[in-house]
């Protein structure tokens, strides 16, 4: 049973304490946790925000600090930003057409655009993702119709359910990509696109050389994040998909540094 005799600082402790263990947390996740309003828990959250500890996002909050080699697992991430990555994932698909190789990279963001893809007739989908490949591996044994074509890269798996290392990299170097989707824990105007990973940034670094265009789709709050090891710089970037939460300045900044930026609106 929730504690509802908790003072505030006490509480915020204890939401800290669960950031840092967890990488994320939803509102609705410590309403219930604590037995309060959406209202006193969001308080919570903008009060730790202003001491810097953790950084606010749509419905929830991730961890701060020391965030440049902490990345959150892909169960922690999923339900963060749900709508706004369903509208980065529905713009992503459209750029997709029938009869071409298509690598996505791992992520919550690229897992939403694998989902997009059944029914796009003889697609093969590349991936370095256990979920995507769980995802088009159900949907062909549901015998579901124009299932992608799967090419799995091998390698070592992170947090994130990413498949990287050696292995993974001398197969993508084989391939020739028609399209790469791309997803990033951080983006900035010095240091480009992150990753907290080392071994997962020159993993990205191979499916990046392999492809003809590369389109990254990132919501707003990755804008400012940097991570330990930088994989790319924006001018690299064929097509970059965010949403019109992100501050005109860095609208301004992306649109001049990359190929194309597609600004979607942020999802509910």
């Known amino acids: 049973m929730a504690d509802q005799t908790l003072f505030a600082a006490q509480r915020r402790t204890l939401i800290l304490d669960e950031i840092r263990r967890s990488g994320a947390v939803r509102v609705a996740d410590l309403v219930t946790q604590f037995g309060v309003s959406d209202m006193t828990i969001r308080r919570d959250l903008d009060a730790l925000a202003r001491q810097g500890t953790v950084q606010k996002v749509h419905g929830g909050a991730v961890a701060t600090g020391a965030a440049s080699s902490f990345e959150p697992g892909f169960d922690a991430k999923s339900e963060l930003e749900e709508g706004t990555k369903a509208a980065l994932a529905d713009a992503a698909a459209e750029l997709v057409e029938p009869g071409t190789v298509v690598a996505l990279s791992a992520g919550t963001t690229t897992y939403a655009v694998a989902s997009r893809l059944l029914g796009i007739p003889r697609l093969t989908v590349v991936t370095n993702s256990l979920r995507i490949a769980d995802l088009l591996w159900a949907a062909e044994s549901e015998g579901k119709e124009s299932v992608p074509s799967l ?16 292995l993974a990299d001398q197969t993508i170097r084989t391939l020739h990509v028609d399209l790469l989707v791309l997803g990033v824990h951080g983006v900035s105007e010095q240091a480009g696109l992150t990753t907290p990973n080392l071994a997962e940034a020159q993993t990205n670094r191979a499916l990046i050389a392999s492809a003809r265009r590369t389109v990254v789709v990132a919501d707003h709050t990755k804008w400012g994040v940097v991570g330990l090891s930088s994989f790319a710089t924006l001018s690299e970037v064929d097509c970059f998909i965010t949403d019109d939460a992100l501050p005109a300045a860095a609208r301004s900044t992306l649109a001049q540094a990359v190929g194309e930026l597609v600004v979607v609106p942020a999802g509910a």
């Open 151 to 166: 090419l799995v890269t091998g390698g070592a798996p992170t947090r994130s359910a990413a498949l990287v290392g050696a």
